[in-house]
Nanobody, 126 residues
């Protein structure tokens, strides 16, 4: 099973981007059985949780993106999305999607996720 992110790019502050993460390959489980998350890592910094969605569709967001980012999932397409509006220079980072089989209590904790994509770069200029 592979996770493939797309949709990153370079935008000016105030702009928008929509990230997608597709799951490809065989799995014995349904896509709806996975908790899904978006994480980001800026140069020289650790990997931080941005937004996540549980198997019950509960969503959670980092305080820094609340009101600007929206996470959603399409279980029929095995795809996770992150709509990012009003982007700021501090949102610049490599963005990764990740999965965890089952529900998580701490959806934004990266150590609980066991499958990761290779990332897509988001660059926001002022």
């Amino acid at each position: 099973v592979q996770l493939v992110e797309s949709g990153g790019g370079s935008v000016q502050a105030g702009g928008s981007l929509r990230l997608s993460c597709g799951m490809f390959g065989y799995t014995a489980y349904s896509y709806s059985d996975y908790s899904l998350g978006w994480f980001r890592q800026a140069p020289g910094k650790g990997r931080d949780g941005v937004a996540a969605i549980g198997i019950d569709s509960t969503t959670t967001y980092a305080d820094s993106v609340k009101g600007r980012f929206t996470i959603s999932r399409d279980n029929g397409k095995n795809t996770l999305y992150l709509q990012m509006n009003n982007l700021k220079p501090e949102d610049t980072a490599m963005y990764y999607c990740a999965t965890h089989l089952g529900q998580l209590n701490r959806l934004l904790e990266p150590s609980w996720y066991d499958r990761w994509g290779h990332g897509t770069q988001v660059t926001v200029s002022s």
